[in-house]
């Protein structure tokens, strides 16, 4: 049986392996599309800060959540 946190890391990987690089809400967003259960942003931060296949590329500035700009990360794959 696999783990809630293995799945969500593989399906992080496979997303950013398709799409290159992506900031942490378009990451959430993703997620919480292709599964029922979803995940929090803590959850997805945990899991992107601590599994050694991400790594953090930079910073988007100009996001806009509820009315109010946010600064959030930019991940990849990283190199082998």
């Known amino acids: 049986m696999m783990s809630r946190t293995m799945r969500l890391r593989t ?3 496979t997303y950013l392996g398709n799409v290159g690089e992506a900031n942490t809400t378009d990451i959430l967003d993703h997620v919480n599309q ?4 979803g995940a929090t942003m803590n959850q997805l931060g945990n899991v ?3 599994d050694r296949r991400f790594v953090k590329v930079g910073f988007d ?3 806009d959540i509820g009315g109010f700009r946010m600064r959030v990360c ?3 794959i990283a190199a082998a």
Do not use: M
């Open 11 to 13: 399906e992080i990987a």
């Open 74 to 76: 930019v991940w990849s």
């Open 61 to 63: 500035e100009g996001t």
């Open 34 to 37: 292709r599964f029922r259960w």
């Open 48 to 50: 992107l800060a601590r």
